[in-house]
């Protein structure tokens, strides 16, 4: 699999946070805050999945819930589940859902072997995406970098979906029906020194936190042949997993009930350009200053406050 050019960023909510998100569109659309571009924008995040597939919307206005049947948007008579996936950056900071598995993947690592380390930390990283921590760019990011290497310079690996070991000799992913034998692997350290293109100190990072350059790994008990090849796999990867940790985003085009004039019609919309003037002398101000440059007079906030 190649890495997306533009990965969908995803997260998982709670019904709460949602019901949240949207009373903060709803208070800052009564006061005027939004354009009607800024309201159709917002209304638009709020579309989500079950985990069964299918897609909900949620009109954030008239606080309605929609669900597409697989031909058309029907108004849900009994509401979502209470834990939906969607796009990751709501109104409001998303908490977690309830905390992750304390399965302490370090602590296995320091106990068990290179394969059941691996394991157990790429299962903490999806309880950590199930439970809305982390949203799932990140949580892929963090998968395609917990991976093994054997003597021979192949790269290995768990499907994020399957728990299905992958190895990849350079060529890309090929399943396997077993784990690679802990003997046959190297033993893997962070990068040491500074970043080979820009200089930077990598901070035990593979990718450089400047410049984004992706530096390997050191990697000990390999021959110059197997270490070469291991780079190449482990370049080739990079952004890369032999499974997504997500179905493909796919909702269906266009939302059952955005009428910007139904919301026009109860709410004052703040025109994007609509000037601001002092009302004492006239003078065009800057929108968001608080007196006039002109004559000094203060001027009313979009609350009908004066500064």
């Known amino acids: 699999m190649s890495p997306e050019s533009d990965p969908i960023a995803l997260r998982w909510y709670r019904r709460a946070q949602i019901d949240e ?3 903060v569109v709803r ?4 006061a005027g805050l939004l354009s009607q571009l800024d309201l159709a924008l917002a209304l638009s995040t709020f579309l989500f999945r079950g985990a069964e597939g299918s897609y909900w919307y949620h009109d954030a206005w008239m606080e309605a819930w929609y669900r597409f049947d697989g031909r058309d948007w029907m108004l849900a008579q009994g509401g979502p589940p209470q834990e939906l996936e969607g796009l990751d950056g709501l109104a409001v900071p998303p908490e977690p859902i309830s905390p992750p598995q304390d399965t302490d993947a370090t602590m296995v690592a320091a106990v068990a072997s290179p394969v059941q380390a ?5 299962a903490e990283v999806r309880e950590a995406y199930r439970v809305g921590w982390i949203a799932s760019t990140d949580a892929e990011a963090l998968l395609g970098q917990s991976v093994l290497i054997d003597h021979d310079g192949r790269v290995w690996t768990v499907g994020a979906t399957s728990g299905t070991w992958y190895c990849d000799d350079g060529t890309g992913w090929v399943q396997r029906p077993a784990p690679p034998d802990p003997d046959s692997l190297a033993r893997i350290r962070p990068p040491a020194g500074p970043c080979p293109s820009c200089g930077a ?4 990072s593979t990718t450089c936190p400047a410049c984004g350059t992706a530096v390997p790994p050191e990697l000990e008990g390999l021959s110059e042949n197997a270490y070469i090849n291991a780079v190449r796999a482990l370049l080739s990867q990079v952004g890369a ?3 997504s940790l997500t179905a493909p985003w796919a909702p269906p085009a ?3 009930n955005i009428e910007l004039p139904r919301i026009t019609r109860r709410a004052p919309l703040v025109a994007a350009d609509r000037p601001v003037r002092c009302p004492a002398c006239g003078t065009e101000l ?3 200053v608080r007196f006039c440059g002109q004559c000094g007079s203060a001027i009313e906030t979009a609350h009908g ?3």
């Open 21 to 23: 998100a949207a009373r």
């Open 27 to 30: 208070e800052d659309t009564e």
């Open 118 to 122: 691996l394991v157990a930390a790429q």
């Open 201 to 204: 100190a990598l901070e035990g």
């Open 241 to 243: 997993l032999p499974e």
């Open 254 to 256: 266009g939302y059952p």
């Open 286 to 288: 800057r929108s968001g």
């Open 305 to 307: 406050e004066r500064s």
